[in-house]
T-cell receptor
Framework: NAGVMQNPRHLVRRRGQEARLRCSPM?????VYWYRQLPEEGLKFMVY????????ESGMPKERFSAEFPKEGPSILRIQQVVRGDSAAYFC??????????????FGEGSWLTVV | QKEVEQNSGPLSVPEGAIASLNCTYS??????FFWYRQYSGKSPELIMF????GDKEDGRFTAQLNKASQYVSLLIRDSQPSDSATYLC?????????????FGTGTQLKVEL
């Protein structure tokens, strides 16, 4: 977990508001992955990004969700018009390059979103 | 059929016993296999990875992979109460790019005194 920074750690939003979750990868890592974990469930892949590019967004809901990883600054997962079903833990992971060595993937501590 | 399947448990074992956790996967071309431990309210922690058929041992943990049967397992010897957690099996397949992990729903392990 060391090095992948996520904030905020806990976020409460009312229905209809926007949630922005930020992830700073480990130093030297240019690949970022977002996962969502609903209560009592496993992690579900959402999106894979490299700097300024979305590589795989096959796990992203079609509406209200977007992600970016700009040239400068953290990766951001944005959820518009949140609903109660968006309440979950959102984990970010980073890796240094595109390899199949998953042992180089490091997870952040997660951001817990609660929609009231 | 789910891509990665695990029994949700809970699996209860007495302290000092061997805990056996199982996982099956559907993508026959899957390359890499991982076991993560997750404590409640925490992020996943990688404890084992395996790429080749057979056994891989690391301390009290042994990962076993059988690609022909599309089966991967984790054995925890001399189980301790601190091992009580949810164990997530994850796979990197051929589809998609990079290190996209596909997770099972996890097996809850309870080690009882």
């Amino acid at each position: 977990n060391a090095g992948v920074m996520q904030n905020p750690r806990h976020l409460v939003r009312r229905r209809g508001q926007e949630a922005r979750l930020r992830c700073s990868p480990m130093k030297g890592h240019s690949h970022v992955y977002w996962y969502r974990q609903l209560p009592e469930e496993g992690l579900k892949f959402m999106v894979y990004l490299q700097k300024e590019n979305i590589i795989d967004e096959s796990g992203m809901p079609k509406e209200r969700f977007s992600a970016e990883f700009p040239k400068e600054g953290p990766s951001i997962l944005r959820i518009q018009q949140v609903v109660r079903g968006d309440s979950a833990a959102y984990f970010c992971a980073s890796s240094p390059s595109e390899t199949t060595s998953g042992n180089t993937i490091y997870f952040g501590e997660g951001s817990w979103l609660t929609v009231v | 059929q789910k891509e990665v399947e695990q029994n949700s448990g809970p699996l209860s074992v007495p302290e000092g016993a061997i805990a056996s956790l199982n996982c099956t996967y559907s993508d026959r071309g899957s390359q890499s296999f991982f076991w993560y431990r997750q404590y409640s309210g925490k992020s996943p922690e990688l404890i084992m990875f395996i790429y080749s058929n057979g056994d891989k041992e690391d301390g009290r943990f042994t990962a076993q992979l059988n690609k022909a049967s599309q089966y991967v397992s984790l054995l925890i010897r001399d189980s301790q109460p601190s091992d009580s957690a949810t164990y997530l099996c994850a796979v990197i397949g051929l589809t998609g790019g990079g290190n996209k992990l596909t997770f099972g729903t996890g097996t809850q392990l309870k080690v009882e005194l």
